[in-house]
Structure formats: C-alpha cells, structure tokens
C-alpha cells in the first residue's frame, strides 16, 4: 500500500486502558476495577444531560443538526460570542485536527510546548508539516523559547492552558503578553480543556481576546467538567474569518445528535459543574496530601490530575494494574519517572493511594 512517509512515522495516539480490557488481562472483576487515567469525571453525566439525551432518543433514525444551531446559540450566549464564531468538534481533539487541516500543509511547520498534548505532534506530522517543541521549564510552557522558535513557515502555535499531562498553569498576563508578540499571520490555538476546573481569578479573560487577536483560536471540550467524553463534543471559539476557514474541513455531521442535545443541557447545568469542581478540589487535596506523605514528588496540577514520581514509572504501572488500579504512565512525554493521576471520588483516590504505597513498600 502506498503512502506518504509522515503518515507512516505517526506513532497512533494511546488512550488509557479500559475497565474492560484490564478486566479480561487479568481476571478480575470489573466492579473492582478503579480507573484514574483518562481525566474523566467521577461524578458521571450531568443529570440535564442525562434527560436530555431520553428526550432524544426517538430522533436516532435522522441526521443531527449539522450546523448545530441548539448548541451553537447555547454556547453563544453563554460565552458572548456570534454564532460564526463557533466551530463544533467530535471532541476538543476534532477543533485542533480541523485547524491544522485548514492550515498546515508540507513545507509548512507548528510550535509546541515539551510535554505538551500528544495531539499536537499528531495532528501536525499528518498534515506532513514540520513540529517544532520547544524546551519547556519546570514542566510549563517556556513562552519566550515557544516564540523564538516560531520560523517563516509556521502557521500554528499549540498551547494548553492548563497543560495535560503537567497540569502546569500560565499567567494571563504572560500569555497575553506572548499574543502580543506573534505574527497575525500565525494561529494560537489556546486549548483549554480543563479551565472548568479553574478558580476564576486563575481564569484567563480568552474569549474576550478574541476581539483584539484575530489569530487566536480557543477551544473547549464537554468532555472533562461536563462528563461528556463518551459523546465527543467540543467547540471552538474565534474571529468569523478563521471558524469559516475550520468549518470549510470539517466533516458533515461530526457531532451526533445526542450529543449536541446533551451538550446544550450540561452548559445550563451550573449545579453540576460547581459539585465537580467542589469534588475535583477535595480529590486533588486528598491526593496530594497522599503523595507527601508517602515521600514523593509531584508536579502542582490545575486541571482533574496531577503528574506524580515514582521512579520506574513502567514497573509501577504494571503494578497498580495487578491491583485493579489504572493510571497513566508518560514516558511518551518525556517523563519517564511520572504516573499521571486523574482525580476520582475520595474511595478511588485512598484505593489508588493504598495500591501505589503497597506497590512501593512505603
């Protein structure tokens, strides 16, 4: 079969290993599984969506709305934005693949943080584009190495904000300062995932930047806060000129219609999101606490995990799974001694705490 070499070089993307794979691997009761890798919300589906989704379910035979007007006017008046500003994704990992498909062609390149979202390298390299990863520090993005590194034929600049798998936060005032700094002609993709999780003084004023750089790009996912991810449903946020160049790739109907219903309703569920973050904080105190205690470091987080050194982190994780724990090594981030951790209910935190003190005989 013939193909270009840059789509032979990818190396696919791994997501976290399944209750049910782990289950079959290992003979083990699914019910006793504990799963800590993938970032997803322990308090499940927003009771809104959940009834919205029953509400729709005679609707399966037919298209979705593919330009999205339910959700499309929910996000709008909740972000202040026009409808042509929003572009809709099958996850926040679909808005970042459409930007590089509308700009990123061979010859061309993108920057990106050091341990930064394996996404960003993917997306760019199937494109056939150059990535460029700049030298983080502390495990955060280095904005001044980020811009030094911006060349002639870079189109996009990549930043997670907070990042994943770090957890590393930048301050809004340096961000916007960078902004500042970068070519109109270069799109800033600011992925904020994880912003729900945010105390609001931390939060950065991004959607209103969006009037004064017509480069930037900001997308957002229901996937995390909202307990959306089995769905697929994220958006992004930007001037009309550049939503219209994403929307020209995008694929008709790419999100399905439950979950454009159920992402209209959990944007409305304001109770929902304020207990996940309530429960976010609490896991992550908790977890935290847990780390000190059994002597090991970690990397300050800002999103639903935290990154924490155990060593071999490869040996430890195959552990944990013995154990019926599942988190996430990122060797594949540079970070060969880290397990990434994501935030459970106070139970799944102390398992995963008593599994990983057994496991390191603490």
């Known amino acids: 079969m013939i193909a270009p070499d840059h789509i032979r070089a990818i190396a696919p993307y791994q997501p976290g290993k399944p209750i049910a794979e782990l289950a079959r691997e290992m003979g083990l009761n699914e019910a ?10 322990p308090l499940g589906v927003s009771p809104k969506a959940r009834a919205a989704i029953a509400d729709s379910l005679d609707e399966l035979a037919l298209y979705p709305d593919g330009n999205g007007f339910e959700l499309k006017s929910a996000i709008a008046r909740k972000h202040g934005v026009g409808l042509d500003q929003i572009v809709l994704g099958n996850g926040s990992n679909d808005v970042l693949e459409l930007a590089a498909r509308a700009l990123l062609t061979p010859g061309s390149s993108a920057v990106y943080a050091q341990h930064a979202f394996a996404v960003y390298p993917l997306v760019t390299q199937a494109c056939g584009a150059a990535g460029i990863e700049a030298k983080a520090k502390a495990f955060s993005h280095d904005l001044s190495a980020m811009l030094a ?12 904000n907070p990042n994943n798998p770090t957890g590393t936060l930048l301050d809004a005032d340096a961000l916007h300062g960078f902004l500042k700094k970068v070519s109109p002609e270069v799109l800033v993709v600011l992925d904020e995932a994880y912003v729900e999780f945010l105390p609001e003084a931390r939060r950065t004023p991004s959607v209103e930047w969006l009037k004064e750089f017509p480069n930037l790009l900001v997308s957002r996912t229901f996937s995390k806060a909202y307990g959306l991810a089995g769905l697929r449903v994220g958006f992004g946020l930007a001037q009309p000129e550049v939503a219209d160049l994403l929307n020209r ?14 992402a209209a309703a959990a944007l409305d569920d304001q109770a929902f999101l304020a207990e996940s973050k309530r429960v976010n904080d609490a896991g992550m105190a908790q977890l935290t606490e847990g780390f000190r205690r059994l002597g090991l470091d970690y990397i300050p987080s800002w999103g639903n995990f935290v990154a924490v050194r155990v060593g071999a982190a490869g040996t430890v994780f195959q552990a944990l799974l013995q154990k019926g724990v599942i988190v996430r090594p990122v060797a594949n981030y540079g970070m060969p001694d880290y397990l990434r951790i994501s935030i459970g209910l106070p139970e799944q935190n102390a398992r995963c705490l008593a599994a990983l003190q057994a496991v390191l005989g603490k």
Not at 32 to 41: C, G, Q
Not at 249 to 262: E, G, I, M, T, Y
């Open 32 to 41: 006793d599984i504990v799963k800590l890798a993938s970032n997803e919300n």
């Open 149 to 160: 590194a911006i060349r002639p034929d870079t189109r996009i600049v990549f930043i997670a």
């Open 249 to 262: 790739v995008r694929q008709p109907f790419n999100v399905n219609s439950l979950a454009l219903k159920a």
